[in-house]
């Protein structure tokens, strides 16, 4: 059963730049969220995907951005990156939209270095 | 919104020994109480949750106990292993009905097993 799959694991970025990470849902799972990791920090919701919208959102500017596909994976943009973008990038997973109460897994995350 | 205090930030115990991990939460609407376990350099792992319809849950060595009335839930883990050694950390939400979906996290309590 495969879990949760982010790329990629590890990119560098120059300030300014855009950046796209990729997120594939446990199988049967159809919600996606991102989270943001700093570092010695605990994770920040920045948004959630369900069929295909975007269900929540978390207090994080309109540069970062994502994206549902058809078949439940994901993506998360970032424009105009800042030195602060620097983080840890979680996806997360789970069946059944933002109502559903079921168990949320978290996929190794994409390290994302700003400099 | 939620706001989740974790403590301590760091404990460092012998082999054998039981640790214990508290948090706080802000929010008396939150419902669901997940633990992760975070390893250098990996995503967090879902290791126990609790439901507010439950004082206690319990997994072999590792144990949940929530106080709804006091806003706080605790981690026990019993008979401390140096493969336990990893950061903790704590969530809330409202889960099954409720409008926010998302996880609010603790800021981490990093655990050492010393053999």
């Known amino acids: 059963d495969a879990g949760v799959t982010q790329s990629p694991t590890h990119l560098i970025k120059t300030r300014g730049q855009q950046v796209t990470l990729r997120c594939s849902p446990k199988?049967?799972?159809?919600?996606v969220s991102w989270y943001q990791q700093a570092l010695g920090q605990g994770p920040q919701f920045i948004f959630q995907?369900?069929?295909?919208?975007?269900?929540q959102r978390g207090n994080f500017p309109d540069r970062f951005s994502g994206h549902q596909f058809p078949n439940y994976s994901s993506e998360l943009n970032v424009n105009a990156l800042l030195l602060g973008d620097s983080a840890l990038y979680l996806c997360?997973?789970?069946?059944?939209?933002?109502?559903?109460?079921?168990?949320?897994?978290f996929g190794e995350g994409s390290w994302l270095t700003v400099v | 919104g939620e706001n989740v205090e974790q403590h301590p930030s760091t404990l460092s115990v012998q082999e054998g020994d039981s640790a214990v991990i508290k948090c706080t939460y802000s929010?008396?609407?939150?419902?669901?109480f997940p633990w992760y376990k975070q390893e250098l350099g990996k995503g967090p792992q879902l290791i126990i949750d609790?439901?507010?319809?439950?004082g206690e849950k319990k997994d072999q060595r590792i144990a949940v106990t929530l106080n709804k009335t006091a806003k706080h839930f605790s981690l026990h883990i019993t008979e401390t292993q140096p493969e336990d050694s990893a950061v903790y950390f704590c969530?809330?939400?409202?889960?099954?009905?409720?409008?926010?979906?998302?996880?609010?996290f603790g800021k981490g309590t990093l655990l050492t097993v010393n053999p």
């Open positions: 969530a809330a939400s409202q889960r099954g009905g409720g409008s926010n979906y998302k996880l609010t």
């Open positions: 199988s049967g799972h159809d919600t």
């Open positions: 609790i439901r507010s319809n439950v």
């Open positions: 997360a997973s789970s069946l059944g939209g933002p109502l559903s109460g079921n168990t949320i897994y």
């Open positions: 995907y369900y069929e295909e919208e975007e269900r």
């Open positions: 929010d008396s609407a939150s419902n669901y």
